[in-house]
């Protein structure tokens, strides 16, 4: 999603709170037309809620106290419409009593001429003052539309109608409630879906590759059979809350064709919607899909309908025989409301047309550019930087002989290593951005931690560049601030690390990935521990030595052959350990 999992169920937790139109704030402007929520669920028909006004007749200029009271709701819609045209434009306008569980919105450019809630929170009565225009009609009847919970709802009940003096009575109205079609009936599946015709008759995409729904109860399944004119889909997976597939024409969330099984109690229910960003769907009419059928099983949730290939008169729905990325996600429902999906949507590798040639594909949760990006940043902050560090710090002594260009080995092993975290660095740090299209503000403090570690990263080198001569006075300064930097480097990368493996789009499996990194920490530290007191016990029996050895210039006593043989074993040993780590993680990366 760790900062990412604490944004994550601060996002959790504001969706769960039912709404009108899928907003528990109640900025609901798109609803104001229709006062129809886009719940894709069936109004409720017997009204249990009550409009009445302070006074039956008005005029223009009049302040008329309304009330909407009944059992607990969540949300609300309230509108003041011309008795003979319920269906035209919102008349006059509304001034709040309690702007704590009320609020003002602009419906058809219209200030303050609809009411809606502020909050989720259960309410039992609204008061409200609407105001009578210069212009009003002779007739105005009040509408509300109240939302109990998410699939319990009320559309454009029907208040009392209040008219102007000396004008005929009102007798009937051209309209009340709006009558909604109600959810298309739906059959039980008999029996698992099979993955036997993938690639003969059936176009299908499967986690794992080649699984079969009717023998493996955590295959993700979803499988596209055209006939004539239309195409057959059939989705399975392990899910409590819904399954979900959407046609997009890039990698992106947003102006995609999706379509949602949804669990609610012991039933399942078939939803066409349309994404619009990285934000709930809007549900759709269901009128597009036929022959829709579900099955309930051992936790396995299987769904299927059947949709004509092209829909014209439907602007929201793709034409399937085109090329698209499909995208298959799950998540939790309560209610018949959708959470955002547990994690990273599986995304075919490339575009395909369902139905065209039937063919088997598959795909991945975690994106290539971000694989690759993880996989950099793991060899250049775990290993090559670790390595350096460690030549640096305790191999001075051991590879001491000049080498290339009359530098001692030591240096040069630590400078290629260096070089090498650097420039891996530099590359995989611009692959996220290419991969998003800029910054993504849904990483938490990850992408900050990258940006200074590519900064030190860049820093490093270049001040390594300037480095003074071995007595100069200022080599001092040079030293402290070069290890400052390196050390910070490496603390930040390794946070930024330990909070991108938490990120969704890298996808990488619980809790191993945590125990993996854990281990690498302890490997290097251990590694110091070890190094920093063999250094100290070596020291000391130098010290010892030193009056009986023989001074002759690059000798060696017994005990400075035998430290120097400990640490390479040390490090050989460390080496071994680091690439075993680095193979778990990269091996952890590429696991779908």
């Given at each position: 999603m760790?900062?990412?999992?604490f944004i ?9 709170v039912?709404?009108?139109?899928n907003y528990?704030?109640g900025?609901?402007t ?5 006062m129809?929520?886009?719940h894709?669920?069936s109004?409720?028909?017997?009204p249990?809620?009550n409009i ?6 008005f005029?223009?200029g009049?302040?008329?106290?309304v ?15 011309d ?6 434009l919102?008349?006059g306008?509304?001034?709040l009593i309690?702007?704590?569980v009320?609020?003002?919105l602009?419906?058809e450019d ?5 009411v809606?809630h ?8 609204i ?12 007739h105005?009847?009040?509408l509300v539309t109240v939302?109990e ?5 009320w559309?454009?009940?029907?208040g ?18 709006v009558?909604?079609?109600?959810l298309?009936?739906v059959s039980?599946l ?10 003969n ?6 986690s794992?590759?080649?699984?079969d729904?009717?023998k ?9 059979t055209?006939?004539d004119?239309?195409?057959?889909v059939?989705?399975?997976?392990p899910?409590?809350g819904?399954?979900s597939?959407a046609?997009?024409?890039d990698r992106?969330?947003g102006d ?6 949804i669990?609610e109690?012991q039933t ?14 809007v549900m759709?009419s269901?009128d597009?899909?036929?022959?829709m059928?579900w ?5 396995i949730?299987?769904?299927?309908f059947?949709?004509n290939?092209?829909l ?7 034409d399937?025989?085109t ?5 298959l ?10 959470y ?6 599986l995304?075919t590798?490339?575009k395909h047309d369902v139905?065209d ?6 795909g991945s949760?975690?994106p290539?550019?971000?694989k690759?990006?993880g ?22 002594p051991?590879w001491s002989?000049?080498?290339f260009l009359g ?9 290629m290593l ?7 660095t530099?590359i995989?740090?611009v ?5 998003r299209g ?14 200074i ?7 490093q080198?270049l001040l390594?560049a300037f480095r ?10 040079f030293n ?6 390196g ?8 946070a ?6 938490d990120?969704?789009g ?6 191993w990935?945590t125990?993996?990194?854990i281990g690498f920490v302890?490997?290097?530290v251990?590694?110091?521990i ?10 000391r029996?130098v010290e010892i030595?030193?009056?009986v050895r023989i ?5 060696f006593?017994?005990a400075e052959a035998e430290g120097?043989a ?5 490090l050989a040993v ?12 990269l091996?952890a990366?590429?696991?779908?």
């Open positions: 760790a900062v990412p999992g994550l169920g601060a996002f959790i937790i504001l969706l769960r039912s709404s009108v139109a528990p704030n900025r609901v798109q609803s104001c037309r229709g129809i929520p886009e894709g669920h109004p409720q028909s017997v249990v809620h009445s006004v302070s006074q039956n007749t005029r223009p009049d302040q008329i106290e009330t909407l009271s009944g059992q607990p709701f969540k949300g609300f819609l309230l509108e003041a419409r008795a003979e045209d319920l269906s035209g919102p008349i306008s509304f001034t309690d702007s704590q009320s609020q003002l602009t419906c219209i200030q303050g001429s609809a809606s502020t909050s989720a929170s259960k309410k039992t009565e008061k409200v003052y609407w105001n009578a225009p210069s212009s009003a009609p002779n105005i009847q009040f939302v919970k998410y699939k319990i709802y559309v454009k009940i029907p009392p109608v209040i008219s102007q003096p000396n004008v005929l009575p009102f007798t009937t109205p051209k309209a009340t409630i009558p909604l079609p109600t298309s009936p039980h008999t029996k698992s879906f099979s993955a036997s015709d993938c690639g008759k059936k176009f299908c995409i499967r794992p590759l080649n699984c729904p009717e493996e109860a955590a295959c993700i399944f979803l499988s596209f055209r006939d004119q239309s195409v057959m059939e989705m399975s997976g899910s409590k819904y399954l597939f046609l997009s024409h992106w969330m995609d064709d999706a379509y949602l099984c669990r109690d399942v229910h078939m939803q066409p919607s349309r994404l619009t960003g990285r934000s709930h769907p759709d269901t597009t899909l036929e022959d059928a099955r309930l099983a051992d936790g949730m299987q769904c299927s059947r949709r290939i092209t014209p008169g439907a602007k929201n729905r793709f399937l025989n090329s698209y990325y499909i995208f996600a799950d998540g939790a429902a309560i209610d018949g409301r959708i955002k999906h547990s994690q990273q949507p995304i590798y490339e139905t040639h039937p063919k088997n594909v598959g949760h975690s290539l550019l971000l690759a990006h996989a950099l940043m793991f060899v250049a902050w775990m290993t090559t930087v670790s390595i350096g560090v460690l030549v640096a710090r305790f191999f001075k051991v002989r000049a080498f530098e001692a080995v030591w240096f040069q092993v630590h400078r260096m070089l090498t975290t650097s420039a891996l530099c995989a740090f692959m996220p951005f290419i991969y800029g910054w993504s503000s849904h990483a938490g403090y990850h992408p900050y931690l990258g940006c570690v590519m900064t030190l990263a860049i820093l080198p390594a003074p001569p071995l007595h100069d006075p200022r080599r001092q300064m402290w601030t070069h290890w400052s930097i050390t910070a480097a490496r603390i930040i990368a390794v930024a690390i330990f909070l991108g493996m990120l969704p890298l996808n990488l499996p619980y809790p990935k125990y993996a990194m302890a490997l290097h251990g590694t110091e070890v190094l920093e007191i063999h250094a100290y016990r070596l020291s029996k030595l030193d009056d001074q002759i210039l690059e000798s006593t017994v120097h400990f640490k390479k074993a040390v460390y080496v071994c350990g680091n690439v075993t780590f680095l193979i778990i993680f091996s990366i590429n696991h779908q």
